[in-house]
């Protein structure tokens, strides 16, 4: 069974940094895509970025210039570096995996920013 540990989440003022990391563990065959998604109070959960085997990146619109996603293929892990963070960036996020066409999540990490 696939497993998803991510690390990296805290308290940071606006315009800090705070750099994510997910592992993933167990039943790795191939990886299609790697990813971040985030869910702010009373919103739905949505996309951040995302990373496909061939290395390929996707960002919302919102991140686009702040927000860097990179991987590790030896070891199985996905980074979210997040640059000039803003209040609205206060969520929760979640690390995603696709292989083989099923779909794994992490249990979530809480990103706050705040003065």
């Known amino acids: 069974q696939v497993q998803l540990v991510e690390s990296g989440g805290g308290l940071v003022q606006p315009g800090g940094s705070l750099r994510l990391s997910c592992a993933a563990s167990?039943?790795?065959?191939?990886?299609?895509?790697m990813g971040w998604y985030r869910r702010a109070p009373g919103k739905q959960r949505e996309l951040v970025a995302a990373?496909?085997?061939?290395?390929?990146?996707n960002y919302a619109d919102s991140v686009k210039g702040r927000f860097t996603i990179s991987r590790d293929y030896a070891k199985n892990t996905v980074h979210l570096q997040m640059n000039s963070l803003k209040p609205e960036d206060t969520a929760v996020y979640y690390c995603?995996?696709?292989?083989?066409?099923?779909?794994?999540w992490g249990q979530g990490t809480q990103v706050t920013v705040s003065s």
């Open positions: 167990g039943g790795i065959f191939r990886i299609d895509a």
């Open positions: 990373i496909t085997r061939g290395g390929t990146t």
């Open positions: 995603n995996l696709e292989q083989l066409g099923a779909v794994y």
